[in-house]
């Protein structure tokens, strides 16, 4: 019975790339319009240059320019003004609801392209060396005799201490869980199987690296 209730479920949960597919091949009863034809087109590409403006952006490390984003809603206001001077649109002044429709594509997407880095927290467990890990792991900082941190505090790696960034360059040790301060070198960090980094400092995603 599991089993077949289990094969039930299989065949009615279909791909969204399926079911979108079906939803876009139902038959309509709407009446043709090429003012309608024309806003796919432009919220389509409205999508598309959002989009490039924030390729460009992420392949440089910068925030999305303001003006690139501005140039593409001007042009998706142009084209929608152009659309309705056929006189056939099925639905007028919706320039602004088609516009926050691609900015959820956007949004969407960057959800998926740009997952937030993991939440993290600081440990100095004395000796010049201090531990910045995902803060499942920092709960067991003061069990092995370490300090916490503050939320926020990073590990500075010149003096091995929890401070306010930004931090100071000094030896780091990325091996999964992030490690720095004087009192990490290249032998101990070799022990934990990770890669040394003589000045350098921890970030969010337990990486070492100079700015």
Not at 12 to 39: E, N, R
Not at 84 to 99: I, K, S, V
Not at 104 to 125: D, G, R
């Amino acid at each position: 019975m599991l089993h077949r209730r289990a094969e039930l479920l299989r065949s009615v949960s279909l791909p969204i790339a399926i079911v979108v597919s079906i939803a876009l091949a139902v038959p309509t009863t709407v009446a043709a319009s090429k003012c309608a034809s024309l806003k796919y087109k432009a919220v389509g590409a409205a999508a598309l240059r959002r989009a490039k403006c924030k390729a460009k952006a992420v392949r440089r490390g910068e925030a999305v320019d303001p003006l690139c984003l501005a140039k593409a809603d001007a042009k998706l206001a142009a084209l929608f003004t152009r659309a309705e001077r056929h006189g056939d649109c099925l639905t007028t002044d919706d320039e602004a609801d088609l516009r926050m429709i691609a900015d959820t594509f956007i949004s969407q997407a960057m959800s998926a392209l740009e997952p937030p880095p993991p939440a993290v927290a600081c440990c100095a467990i004395g000796g010049g060396l201090c531990i910045l890990a995902p803060i499942s792991v920092i709960q067991n900082c003061i069990d092995v005799g370490g300090t916490p941190g503050a939320p926020g505090d990073v590990c500075d790696a010149g003096t091995g201490t929890c401070q306010p960034p930004p931090s100071t360059l000094g030896p780091c040790c990325e091996a999964g869980t992030c490690y720095s301060g004087p009192g990490v070198d290249s032998a101990g960090c070799f022990e934990l199987v990770g890669t040394f980094f003589p000045s350098s400092f921890c970030l969010a995603d337990q990486s070492c690296s100079a700015p």
